[in-house]
Structure formats: structure tokens, C-alpha cells
């Protein structure tokens, strides 16, 4: 592989990362290649380390590095699942400072042009825990798209008929955002807002 073709190949690598166009992957390639070596070494052992030691938590689906997440870990937690779709909404919420249960994370969202269904995100072990750890409420917090709010109502319609109290994160988040972009104020009213299904 000439010089060429590695400075392509970097380009390539970062602009497969989420918003990262061409131009912000060219400017990424050409940081990386006035960086030391060390550093560089180092940055390549941190991106190996995390794919091989972070997993998700047995309990929530959250990304972790243990076998149960410290959020779930917290002794004292109200008995209420927040549901999110990506472990970055995880992130997201617990900056509000507003929420003191644990998660859930789909990871994904129902979306029948992508052909998920159901069974291809992570409702069942919801329905697991709502059951054996003696939970009150369900928040779905989904982003406030169709596939986030199809996904709340089928939510919904599977755990109230076991009694179950859900609500949804009130509409203070815009149609079509995304939680991880929201800011703190905006996603602590919305959760202390929500509204029953």
C-alpha cells in the first residue's frame, strides 16, 4: 500500500463515523498524521481496548466495562425503567440530574422499512424485569420521531395490560430530535412533564 493509499484509507476510516463528512474525516486523517507516534499508538490501543473490554450491562443493555453497569450497581434506585434507545440516551439523561431510576436500552427502535420488528430490539428482557424487579413505571423515552413513538405505544400496549403505569417524556423535545443532542434544561422538564399512555 503506497502513501497514497493509507492517507485514503484513513479518510475512508473516519468518515465512516456518525456526521463526519469527507472534509471533517481529511481534517481528522491529517491531525492523526502530525501526532507522535506514542500518541498515535496509544490512541490505536484505547479504540482496541474499548471494542474488546466495553459490553453491554446484563441488567439494562447500557454499555459498561463490568458485568453490571454502575447506574444499575447504585444501591437505592426508584423503582421506575427509563426506556432509551441508544446507550448515548443514557448518557444524555442522567446529565439532566433529574431522573433517579435505572434504564432500559432497546438498542434500536421499531422502523418496518429497515425491517426491525419487536424481536429485533430489546423489549423481551423489559418484560423480564418489569416483572421481577417489582417496578411501578415505565418511562419510554424514545426519541420523538414515528419509529420512536410507534415504538412507545407498542410499549405501552404490552405492559399496561399488566399493570403497569407508562408514560412518555413530555413533547418538550422537538419532533424528529435527538435526546443526545438536547440540552439538560430542555430533557429534565421533559422528564418531570412526562405524561401517562
Known sequence: MNQI???ERLVNEFSKLPSVGKKSAQRFAYHV?????SDVRDFADALVAAKERIH???VCANFTDKEV???CAKAKKEPIICVVKEPKDVTALEKAHE???TYHVLHGVINPLEGKGPNDINIRSLLTRVSEENISEVIVATNPDVE???TAMYIANILKPLGIKVTRIAQGIAMGSELEYTDAVTLSKALSSRREM
Do not use: H, R
Not at 33 to 37: D, P, V
Open 5 to 7: 493509499d493509507a492517507m
Open 33 to 37: 498524521l502530525t501526532m507522535n507516534e
Open 56 to 58: 453491554t450491562c446484563k
Open 69 to 71: 453497569c454502575d447506574i
Open 99 to 101: 431522573f433517579n431510576g
Open 148 to 150: 420512536g413513538e410507534a
